[in-house]
């Protein structure tokens, strides 16, 4: 009987295995095709996820397939589809795990710079006004933004943050201290001095074309009514500029087609065709969480709306072009607070902000760039049979191969640190894991959860995308961006015809010296 029931059970063991060669030789046949774009990014795109490391990816996708009924495991992410991948090393001048004030201006200024500065040197230490305002240009780190910017290119910044927040400000900003948002922020010693982040981007980067995020209150005085709450008290200016009035004004000044924005409807009604610089600021602080947010007309756009706005308007510029800045920040919002389903929930509308940018662009033009400024102490844990939920408990038969020693049941996601530290800890029995303020566990107790040191990936596609191949430093992703779009430090020596993706390569082109070489030789005899 056992033998008849292995007889018919065999060609299904064999068809799996089948599949599994099969999954690895299409990906061999791919491979063994792929060919380097050599050509020059006319158009570049970077997306920063912000605290999206290993770990977060492999769980994203583990939690992507299971929302479609899969097991989860073999789910593909849409930069997972990208033909080059690398690592990226993100320690920063002075610290081993940074911070990603640290971690934007490598990536954005191709230079290592000291906890919580952004836009400036390493030179210049945290809150060092001082030191900034006597270094002068030479303590400023010039983003790739203003590099595009400088060429003509059109350029913009979409982020699920705040516009001030330390990610986008390394696309403009030159500050001491990234907390430096408003007047309010910058320290006493410093006010008066050092102009705060809000200042700066409204009076000396009004010329960036689309900038789309939250935080309206470092751009309203306190005696002004926020337009979505009506209330001044969130609002946080106390030098009486309305930086908003102000980048209005400065757009009448030089007739600019301009729209500012602060919900939805306002948002969906602009005419792509008609403007040619936006700001909007859709809430006081950070976005909503988009299992959270208010999709009516009175609410905010997605991560990936905002997106398809910013390309529909920066791809006019049919000739030089565009950079945009793209990031999911509330990835790394909602790992300081230990909150695993609204970091993958985040990290999946980040996913839908790439697919649209791949469906709106060429491959053969366009640069796109996926990475992470850092990675957090989250792990997915506990040798889990194929398919348990992501935000489940370990499954029992598993527990049991290395029992809890204090006998309850865990979760597969945990922390290493943060707020879910109890000395006690919990018996999960019951608990609803899966909801969306669940608290996930921690082995140390912190008000917030903090960074990690692992290295996190770039995957990319497009022109120069081959030359990220291997383990690399963080800010070496700025060198290839200018390289690759023929800016900044790279202007003068990007040979275009060298690099163009037709004719013979290096090796064929020795190949036939030496065969000339030969032949000529042997006529001389």
């Known amino acids: 009987m056992w033998r008849r029931v292995f007889v018919v059970l065999l060609p299904i063991f064999g068809l799996c295995s ?23 990014a006319k158009n570049v795109i970077l997306f920063i996820g912000d605290g999206l490391g290993v770990s977060t990816l492999n769980a994203a996708r583990i939690y992507r397939g299971q929302k479609n009924n899969k097991t989860g495991e073999e789910t593909v992410l ?20 940074p911070d990603s004030a640290q971690t934007a201006t490598a990536i954005l200024g191709g230079v290592k710079v000291n906890y919580k500065t952004v836009g400036v040197t390493d030179a210049v230490p945290g809150e060092g006004c001082d030191k900034l305002l006597e270094l002068g240009e030479a303590g400023k780190v010039v983003s790739v933004l203003r590099k595009a910017l400088s060429e003509g290119k059109s350029t913009g910044v979409v982020t699920s943050t705040r516009l001030t927040h330390a990610t986008p400000a390394a696309t403009y900003a030159h500050s001491a201290h990234r907390n430096w948002e408003s ?27 689309v ?13 002004y009514s926020d337009p979505e709450t009506g209330r001044t008290d969130v609002n946080k200016r106390n030098d009486t500029y309305n930086l908003v009035e102000d980048w209005l004004n400065i757009q009448r000044e030089k007739n600019r087609k301009h729209k500012f924005v602060w919900k939805k409807d306002d948002f969906d009604n602009i005419d792509v065709n008609n403007v040619d610089y936006v700001l909007g600021l ?35 510029n049919k000739d030089k072009g565009f950079f945009l800045l793209v990031e999911g920040g509330l990835i790394d919002i909602a790992h300081h607070d230990s909150l ?15 697919k649209v940018a791949a469906s709106m662009t060429n491959q053969e033009d366009t640069l796109l760039i996926v990475t992470a400024d850092h990675s957090h102490p989250f792990s997915l ?8 939920p992501v935000l489940g408990l370990v499954d029992e038969e598993s527990a049991r191969i290395e029992p809890p020693l204090d006998k309850k049941p865990y979760t597969a996601l945990v922390y290493g640190n943060g707020p879910g530290y109890k000395a006690d800890r919990e018996n999960l029995t019951g608990v609803d894991t899966a909801a969306d303020n669940y608290i996930q566990q921690s082995a140390v107790p912190l008000e917030y959860e903090t960074h990690s040191a692992e290295d996190v990936g770039i995957f990319s596609q497009g022109p120069m995308s081959h030359l990220f191949h291997g383990v690399h430093e963080q800010h070496y992703i700025a060198h290839v961006i200018q390289y690759a ?34 032949l000529a030789s042997r006529i001389g005899t």
């Open 18 to 40: 089948e599949d599994w060669n099969r999954m690895a030789k299409e990906t061999l046949t791919s491979a063994i095709k792929m060919k380097p774009n050599t050509g020059v």
């Open 78 to 97: 849409e930069w997972e589809k990208f033909p080059y991948a690398a690592f990226s090393k993100i320690y920063g001048a002075d610290k081993q795990i």
């Open 183 to 209: 007047d309010v922020d910058v320290i006493d010693e410093a006010r008066g001095k050092c102009r705060d982040i809000a200042y700066q981007l409204i009076h000396n980067n009004s010329d960036i074309q």
């Open 211 to 223: 900038l789309l995020g939250g935080g309206r209150r470092a751009f309203y005085p306190t005696n």
């Open 282 to 316: 859709f809430s006081p602080s950070h976005m909503a969480y988009e299992i959270e947010r208010d999709k009516t007309g009175n609410g905010e756009p997605s991560l990936s709306e905002m997106t398809s706005k910013a390309i529909n308007i920066l791809k006019r």
């Open 340 to 354: 695993a389903k609204k970091a993958l929930e985040e990290t999946l509308q980040f996913e839908e902000a790439v």
């Open 381 to 388: 844990a506990g040798y889990t049979k194929r398919g348990n």
């Open 485 to 518: 779009a023929c800016i900044g430090d790279y202007r003068e020596n990007c040979d275009r015809e060298e690099r163009s993706t037709s004719g013979s390569t290096v090796p064929e082109v020795l190949c036939w010296l030496l065969l000339a070489s030969f």
